[in-house]
């Protein structure tokens, strides 16, 4: 058999799987979002065109999410960023024990983020949460705090908890980047009399910028993805404070059953998610170029 | 003196940070976990008062001898290796003459699973749980196999390519030599070679099965459902007498991951590394 026929032969089950379970669902989704499906009233199809997507402007629930989804995005981008190339730095130096603790911040990435949900809830809840015990032996607060009827800390607790299992992952590329620093850079810094913070500031952060642009994107996209994390740790509330806008599409979908109105924002954020991932496949080439170059 | 007071200084900056991240990301963990091990009313009760004495494992076993949970234990653990396997195999049979082949249209394919790794499962939630109830799936491990399948393929197959671009030609040509056919040397030499990193793409299969949620919640109502739906769904309710139970039942959900992550943390490193190499 001629090689070029025998390799797209191995790539069938693939390909089957990705045109029957992948684009299927995609075109099929797309051709809802063109409906109006309420299946709290009728099973029925009503064909509206684009009528989903411009009530998406309009509908103030979908507008209320957006606030909330960039404080969230936002919190979420600032901390596992910092944090990440903090750790990072830390790891790329050489100390007694650190392989430990390379093995111990492993540990968010594995975790489900349904039960981080569930960790952070337990960590700041009212009558049990580790926070407010330590917060009142420490003498800071006299009594017990319901953080999650707040929603400004309530939505700030999910960023908490979507930072935390962030945080391995992006460390790891941070850090993997860093290795790829030659030493002789450093060396050649530290001979014209720079300090650590000098060779910080004009080795390693140059070198880094695009990886750390590749976190940011990474975690805008995680952020707009976010759901898991907030189903068990709040399920939305207090109200709709932690309602974001992937949150929504679902709660459209399977509590109030639009599915029409679903589709059409779940296109949306599709849409958005891929011209951002594009943005970060094209930032992680340039992160290659420079690693060659 | 500069010298000095950098070596002074450096290690306390060092280990103060350290310990500041390993506090962050052990304590969620470690609060859920004592919380698994003591009864309820020791950690309600204000200032809390934990106590060795009190220590049990006897909320795992009771969480563990309720049938629906350690159903949904077996679930998560079928989905996952089946996930795996499939992964594994398709994913190396669409590696391979990625990486090795001629193909026509290379670069369509790899633009492909790239723009598939993207899709957020929000998007295919709906039209899924129409097509499985047409194939009469709903409420299969079968369904769920087939989703994460699906999911994770473009994942692995890159990760996969990545591991094979890196194993030289010559050994595979050997091979030829020696009378092995194509599909023998992906088998007999590529994936042995690539050893390492197809440990460390099948725990992500593994890992990333286990821990999905959306697919698991809609796609299942009672024999399918997996451990992340089942603690779901525990957390929310009020029928439990004793948080302990929850809290144990969360820990059951992760020591399975959380173990293969120790054991392998080395392959994992690599194979994450790997995977965002474009």
Known sequence: ?293 | MRQFLYDRVRPIILYALAGFFVIWTVAPVLWIATMSVQPEINYVSVPPKLSLADVSLRWYGEMLAQTDVAAALQNSLIIALSTMVLCLVFGALAAYPLSRLQLPRKNWFLTASIVSRMIPSMVLIIPMFLIMRQLRLLDTHLSLIIVYTTFLLPYVIWMLKNFFDQIPYALEAAARMDGCTRLGALFRVMIPVAGPGVVATAVFAFIGAWNEFLFGLILSTRFAVPITVKLSALVSSTFHSDTSLVAATGMLAIIPVVALVFVLNRYIVRGLVEGVKY
Not at chain 1, 25 to 45: G, K
Not at chain 1, 134 to 163: E, Q
Request: aromatic share 12%; charged share 10%.
């Open chain 1, 1 to 293: 058999m001629d090689e070029s026929k025998f390799g797209l032969l191995l790539t069938l089950p693939t390909i089957f799987l990705v045109v029957v379970f992948l684009a299927l669902p995609i075109t099929y989704a797309f051709f809802m979002s063109l409906n109006q499906i309420e299946l709290t009233i009728s099973p029925d199809w009503d064909f509206v065109g684009l009528k989903n997507y411009t009530g998406l402007l309009t509908d103030k629930r979908v507008i209320d999410t957006v606030p909330r989804t960039l404080y969230f995005a936002g919190l979420n981008v600032i901390v596992t960023t910092l944090m990440s190339l903090c750790l990072a730095l830390i790891l790329n130096e050489q100390f007694k024990g650190r392989n430990w603790i390379r093995v111990f911040i492993l540990l968010p990435w594995a975790v489900a983020p349904v039960v981080s949900g569930v960790m952070w809830r337990y960590m700041f809840h009212q009558s049990y949460g580790l926070i407010n015990a330590l917060l009142t032996s420490l003498g800071i607060i006299d009594k017990y705090v319901v953080w999650f009827d707040n929603p400004t800390v309530a939505l700030s607790i999910a960023s908490f908890a979507t930072a935390w299992k962030a945080l391995p992952f992006s460390t790891l590329i941070m850090l993997a980047s860093m290795q790829g620093i030659s030493e002789s850079l450093f060396r050649a810094s530290k001979m014209d009399g720079a300090n650590i913070f000098h060779r910080f500031r004009y080795v390693t952060l140059p070198h880094l910028r695009p990886t750390l642009i590749f976190v940011v994107v990474l975690q805008i996209i995680s952020s707009l993805q976010a759901f898991d994390v907030i189903f068990t740790l709040t399920r939305g509330g207090p109200g709709q404070g932690t309602v974001v806008l992937n949150y929504l599409t679902f709660v459209n979908a399977f509590e109030r059953l639009s599915i029409g109105a679903a589709s059409a924002m779940s296109i949306m954020l599709a849409v958005l998610i891929v011209l951002l991932s594009g943005l970060s496949i094209y930032i992680s080439m340039g992160r290659k170029g420079k690693a060659k170059g």
